[in-house]
């Protein structure tokens, strides 16, 4: 486990073609180091390596959602959905997160790997914000909410 730079927490495993497709080309070239994803929301490193390099926002051409307090907000990478598309998916009659999806075309795009800056599937981020969205209109009557969300 190799801890962040800048928050001290936990980085998580990425691979070289994710870091490669996200970062600018002013940070080449990348070395041979593995590096890190810092998952931390607010923290400005995206990735690091155990050596003590860290590629920051600035460094990174993707908006990685959370790390971002401002619009646009990306929530499915490879459909190129973002927050704002499922508000107002909402908003003009979206009841369900299957209509989300079907309205949105949100998820099962499939090449995370390269397109999520995590390089992680983005149904992780998208699934609880839907669900966040719908229930906050009350149109959720399951408990998914999770405390502080
Ligand atoms: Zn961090």
């Known amino acids: ?3 962040c730079p800048l928050c001290e ?4 495993d990425v691979e070289r073609i994710t870091v490669a497709a996200h970062t600018k080309e002013a940070q080449w070239p990348l070395g041979d180091d ?3 994803h810092c998952p931390t929301p607010g923290c ?4 690091f390596t155990a050596a003590g390099r860290v590629l920051r926002k600035a460094d990174v051409k993707t908006r990685v959602t959370f790390k971002e ?3 646009p907000r990306p929530l499915c990478y490879c459909k190129q959905v973002t927050e704002e598309d499922v508000i107002k998916a909402i908003e003009n009659g979206a009841s369900t997160f299957e209509d989300v999806k079907q309205i949105t075309g ?3 795009g499939g090449q995370c790997k390269v397109t999520n800056p995590a390089g992680r599937c983005c149904s992780r981020n998208y699934r609880p914000f839907i669900d966040g969205e719908l229930a906050k209109r009350g149109l959720l009557k399951q408990a998914l909410i999770q405390p502080g969300l």
């Open 69 to 71: 307090r401002s619009s």
């Open 1 to 3: 486990m190799t801890d």
């Open 106 to 108: 949100i998820g099962g």
């Open 9 to 12: 927490r936990p980085g998580l």
């Open 44 to 47: 400005d490193a995206i990735y």
């Open 34 to 36: 593995p590096f890190f």
